[in-house]
Structures are given as structure tokens and as C-alpha cells.
């Protein structure tokens, strides 16, 4: 059974930094691309990163490129999104994400399956 633990939210200031982690059980980690997802209330998902099962690849929504860092460590079994200079729009529930075949990549949302309950992350001065 798919199973991915989301920490790391929080509220923070305008321009400080987070770290999300998201721990994954019960299916061969190394062998699926990873991402995260935010929504905010009221507004439809959106993908902002995702990662292929080697970390060779990584894609990003526009609004983070250059604020955001996806990584992962398969040792751990845990994907990571590194967060800085967050700006209010970025409030909203990030959830971590799986895809729903292995050894597949894409930045397409549809063709993630799987996801946690999501970490809250506030951005307010």
C-alpha cells in the first residue's frame, strides 16, 4: 500500500525559506518519478516540481523556477522541495506526489496517482 508523509510546512515571512519532505512506503521508491503539488482554497491543484526516479530530470511550474529546488534521495526513500524567497501567493497545501507507473516521467499531473495528506504552508508577514 502506497503510503507518502508530508513535514516541513509552516508559516513563514515574505521572502524567507522552507523545507517540505516527503517520506514514501510500500512501493519501490527508486523506481518512480516523484513530485509536489500545491492548492490554495478556492483554486484548482497545480503542480510546481516534479523529479524523475534517477534525478536526472526535473521540471517546474513558472512561478518557482529559480525559487524552488526539487531533490530526492533514494536511500531514504524521500523527496524533498527546497523553498526560498516565498512570497504570499505560494500559501496553499502542498502535497507530495507519485506517479502512477514506474519508470515513467512526465509534468503532467494527471499522470500522478498517489499523494499524502499535505503540509500547510503559510507565507504572511
Known amino acids: 500500500q502506497v503510503h507518502l508523509v508530508e513535514s516541513g510546512g509552516g508559516l513563514v515571512q515574505p521572502g524567507g525559506s522552507l523545507r517540505l519532505s516527503c517520506a514514501g512506503s510500500g512501493f519501490n521508491f527508486n523506481e518512480y518519478a516523484m513530485g509536489w503539488y500545491r492548492q490554495a482554497p478556492g483554486r484548482e491543484r497545480e503542480l510546481v516540481a516534479v523529479?524523475?526516479?534517477?534525478?536526472?530530470?526535473?521540471d517546474y511550474t513558472d512561478s518557482v523556477k529559480g525559487r524552488f529546488a526539487i531533490s530526492r534521495d533514494n536511500a531514504k526513500n524521500t523527496v524533498y522541495l527546497q523553498m526560498s524567497n516565498l512570497q504570499p501567493a505560494d500559501t496553499a497545501m502542498y502535497h507530495c506526489t507519485m506517479h502512477g507507473r514506474n519508470h515513467h516521467y512526465s509534468a503532467d499531473l494527471s499522470d500522478y496517482s498517489y499523494w499524502g495528506q499535505g503540509t500547510q504552508v503559510t507565507v504572511s508577514s
Open positions: 523529479i524523475s526516479s534517477s534525478s536526472i530530470l526535473t
